[in-house]
């Protein structure tokens, strides 16, 4: 079976930092994702991490540990729009399951 | 631009119904997807087609079906509407099945009544 967890909710201020932890049991691994969704919006890709290791991309980074079975998502420098639900999703033997999502709020 | 469209943003029907969802990739992608996604739930996978007409059930078929009659065109059938499936519902496609990115619709919001 697959079992992905992430908190529910996290709250900073703008111009903060915040991570977001996912961990992960799953059937097999190749491979984890990080989507972005916007209230009433589609999910778009954020990350995505095969191999140990931090992947940095401008404000985003996300890091992955296979043996621990653990992954973040680090939003820096944290703006208003920014304010969103964070979607960690794992790729199994042979297909992704995601994550119940993190809702980010950020305040001025 | 890469773009997934689907058919409507809102919809709401009765128990009973027939209900067709439709959705449209620009990119010329292989694989298309069906999710619905609950709140604490996430995401949960009903059916994906790696081809024209090839399906493949995901985690939650039950009560659901789907037809690829083209490649840029991935529909999901409610054959028999219940409040259970009152959900936001998300078409996905992507390059690879899996080890791409998958591009997501905007959702369509059913509500069964």
């Known amino acids: 079976g697959q079992n992905i967890d992430q908190p529910t909710e996290m709250t900073a201020t703008e111009g903060a930092i915040v991570q977001i932890n996912c961990t992960y049991q799953t059937s097999g691994f190749n491979g984890l994702f990080w989507y972005q969704q916007h209230a009433g919006e589609a999910p778009t890709f954020l990350s995505y991490?095969?191999?140990?290791g931090l992947e940095e991309k401008g404000r985003f980074s996300s890091f992955l540990s296979r043996s621990k079975g653990y992954s973040y998502l680090l939003l820096k420098e944290l703006q208003m729009k920014d304010s969103a639900s964070y979607l960690c999703a794992v790729k199994g033997d042979y297909k992704l399951s995601f994550g119940a999502g993190t809702t980010v709020t950020v305040r001025a | 631009d890469v773009k997934v469209t689907q058919s409507s943003r809102y919809l709401v029907k009765r128990t009973g119904e027939k209900v067709f969802l439709e959705c449209v990739q620009d990119m010329d992608h292989e694989n298309m997807f069906w999710y619905r996604q609950d709140p604490g739930l996430g995401l949960r996978l009903i059916y994906f087609s790696y081809d024209v007409k090839m399906k493949e059930k995901g985690d939650i078929p039950e009560g659901y079906s789907v037809s690829r009659e083209k490649k840029e065109r991935f529909s999901l059938i409610l054959e028999s509407a219940s409040t259970n499936q009152t959900s936001m519902y998300l078409c996905?496609?992507?390059?690879?099945?899996?080890?791409?990115?998958?591009?997501f619709g905007p959702g369509t919001r059913l509500t069964v009544l």
């Open positions: 991490n095969v191999l140990d």
């Open positions: 996905a496609s992507s390059f690879q099945p899996w080890n791409n990115e998958q591009f």
